[in-house]
């Protein structure tokens, strides 16, 4: 319950601010799937991506809450939360600041949280084709599911890709490594979305997980495949 009122509460103060609430843009989605037959699971999720231009600065936030049920025993229960904040120096290069944190009860690790900064390059500008890379340095935390606490410097890398096909369909494809001496972590999401009707729009997406050195007893890829509703926050 904590864990959901603190993503509740972040979102709620960025779109009930003041003085943000007339520039914010992003979405919100819901996402479910429920299968029945020779298996019965139910997973459901909840999104949240903000982002707030400035000039020569950018906001950008998201939350992603996600639970899974499998014959009446809870599968998954995932939060996730991070905030980026954004320079330009030229047309195309750019600093920024980035942290995020996670409780993930059936994952790898069961909560962390990263904290850094680096550079980033458009390689492609937007419209209809935009390519962000980002690369830098910063601290992480991370706790397995025996209490057992990992601190370290670590490198990481992004990559945040976007593609109108058209008026109405967009494909985007997001990516981060973090890599520090006791584990490699990376995250790849793909997601293709086709408006319905107004700021309304149906999305699939998949992400997958991935570990190098997973804590005994636990494996080291997670995926998580979503099919939902995306609401535009224009």
């Given at each position: 319950?904590?864990?959901?009122?603190?993503?509740?509460?972040?979102?709620?103060?960025l779109l009930t601010s003041p003085?943000?609430?007339?520039?914010?843009?992003?979405?919100?989605?819901?996402?479910?799937?429920?299968?029945?037959?020779?298996?019965?699971?139910?997973?459901?999720?909840?999104?949240?991506?903000?982002?707030?231009?400035?000039?020569?600065?950018?906001?950008?936030?998201?939350?992603?809450?996600?639970?899974?049920?499998?014959?009446?025993?809870?599968?998954?229960?995932?939060?996730?939360?991070?905030?980026?904040?954004?320079?330009?120096?030229?047309?195309?290069?750019?600093?920024?600041?980035?942290?995020?944190?996670?409780?993930?009860?059936?994952?790898?690790?069961?909560?962390?949280?990263?904290?850094?900064?680096?550079?980033?390059?458009?390689?492609?500008?937007?419209?209809?084709?935009?390519?962000?890379?980002?690369?830098?340095?910063?601290?992480?935390?991370?706790?397995?599911?025996?209490?057992?606490?990992?601190?370290?410097?670590?490198?990481?890398?992004?990559?945040?890709?976007?593609?109108?096909?058209?008026?109405?369909v967009s494909l985007y494809n997001?990516?981060?490594?973090?890599?520090?001496?006791s584990n490699t972590y990376i995250?790849?999401?793909?997601?293709?979305?086709?408006?319905?009707?107004?700021?309304?729009?149906?999305?699939?997406?998949?992400?997958?997980?991935?570990?190098?050195?997973?804590?005994?007893?636990?494996?080291?890829?997670?995926?998580?495949?979503?099919?939902?509703?995306?609401?535009?926050?224009?």
């Amino acid at each position: 319950m904590k864990r959901s009122f603190l993503l509740a509460l972040l979102s709620a103060t960025l779109l009930t601010s003041p003085a943000l609430a007339n520039n914010v843009t992003g979405e919100a989605s819901l996402t479910g799937s429920k299968t029945t037959g020779n298996t019965d699971t139910t997973d459901i999720g909840l999104g949240l991506k903000l982002a707030l231009d400035q000039d020569v600065w950018r906001h950008k936030f998201s939350a992603s809450v996600d639970f899974g049920e499998a014959a009446g025993v809870q599968t998954r229960e995932r939060y996730l939360a991070a905030y980026q904040i954004e320079r330009d120096v030229s047309d195309r290069l750019f600093v920024y600041g980035n942290g995020d944190v996670f409780f993930d009860d059936f994952g790898a690790f069961t909560e962390g949280y990263f904290v850094g900064g680096g550079l980033g390059y458009k390689a492609i500008l937007p419209d209809p084709i935009g390519w962000n890379l980002t690369a830098g340095l910063g601290f992480r935390s991370q706790e397995d599911a025996l209490g057992i606490a990992e601190e370290e410097l670590a490198f990481r890398a992004g990559s945040d890709f976007d593609w109108a096909l058209n008026e109405n369909v967009s494909l985007y494809n997001d990516s981060e490594l973090v890599t520090a001496s006791s584990n490699t972590y990376i995250w790849n999401e793909i997601g293709l979305t086709a408006n319905l009707m107004g700021n309304l729009a149906a999305r699939a997406s998949f992400r997958v997980d991935y570990n190098s050195d997973a804590p005994v007893g636990s494996v080291s890829t997670d995926t998580i495949t979503r099919f939902g509703i995306v609401y535009t926050i224009e």
